[in-house]
């Protein structure tokens, strides 16, 4: 079956923010007396910050949101690149009249931040983001909405990410899925949700669409 429309996750899926989130936890953390492994803190990675959050300190949830965004945004040009094949992918899929969209658990001003920095920015024609939303992935209401912005169709859109909640979200709103094989938690991993795909070069996209 034909794909028209790809709404990709941002970070960890065509972004390298990995240490930066990590780096932005641990300083987070530190300030309100908290201590994570970094195998703990890569758990935390891809959840809406509010949630994660709550579930730590429900007290001071929105300082430590407000904490982590001040350092990850003082930081992020010095940590964030694109994943290797990400922009000539990208470039070849727009050749091809594909329709591509950003489905992130992000607020505008940090995908709008992720976008530039790494010279995708115009690349998309929806960007769909936390503030976006009443209910972020893995409910199915972002993929959704950004299958709608597009004009796409459940059978002709795929959604592709690093984490389990843009595959359950994918799944939720009837879509194909694909995961990357470069997730931070591990491919294994990312299988264990069943995606349609998984993807080992984001090369791969091209395949899929029937482009050699």
Known sequence: MSIHTILFDLDGTLID??????????????????????????????????????HINPAKAEQMVAAYRVHNHANHDNFVRAFPHVKETIHRLKEEHIKLGIVSTKMRDGVEMGLLATGLDNCFEAIVTYDDVENPKPHAEPVLRGMEKL??????????????????????????????????????????????????????????????
């Open 17 to 54: 923010t990995n240490e930066l989130i990590i780096a932005s936890f641990h300083h987070t953390f530190s300030e309100f007396n908290h201590s994570f492994t970094k195998e703990q803190i890569m758990e935390f990675n891809g959840p809406p910050l509010m949630d994660t959050f709550m």
């Open 151 to 212: 004009g796409g169709h459940p059978d002709t859109t795929l959604m592709v990410g690093d984490n389990y909640h843009d595959i359950e979200a994918g799944n939720n709103a009837g879509v194909q899925t694909a995961g990357v094989a470069w997730a931070h938690k591990g491919k294994e991993r990312l299988l264990s949700y069943g995606p349609t795909y998984m993807l080992e070069d984001m090369r791969d996209l091209l395949k899929i669409i029937g482009v050699n």
